[in-house]
């Protein structure tokens, strides 16, 4: 492991930059140190590469939607057994008013990207998917902890 003092500016994530010059873990990747160590990659992030690899969220609220609507979508939408490639964390559940998705994506680029060109077309090809459009919150991760 390379020495921490000759390395001023890495950071542990979700700590300034400035602060806490050590090892950071990638942040928002499906993957262990262990695999970082036998791809190879380096599991040093600068500030500089912490800052462009913001993940980015989306929180859809859907008004009525059920479990039912909500397994329809994800088997259209998602490959069989997992998410759509960029997308790293998927929590749902029911709410107060019907059922809530919310997404992490590894960039906001990456969600467009899904949203256009599968999403979208999902909920204009009709059938039991969730009730649209949303409301529907999206925002870059600028702390984790």
Known sequence: MADMESEPNKALVG???FTLPVL???RHKPHSWATVARSGESAWRTCE???DEMAYVIVN???GGTREQYDATTA????AGGLPPGQTHHYAGPSTNGWVVVAVWESKEIWEKFRDETLLPAFQGGGSVLPGPP???EFEVELEL
């Open 15 to 17: 700590f300034s930059c």
């Open 49 to 51: 590469e912490l800052e």
């Open 61 to 63: 609220d859907f008004e």
């Open 135 to 137: 409301k529907t919150t």
């Open 24 to 26: 950071a873990a990638e």
């Open 76 to 79: 259209v939408v998602h490959p």
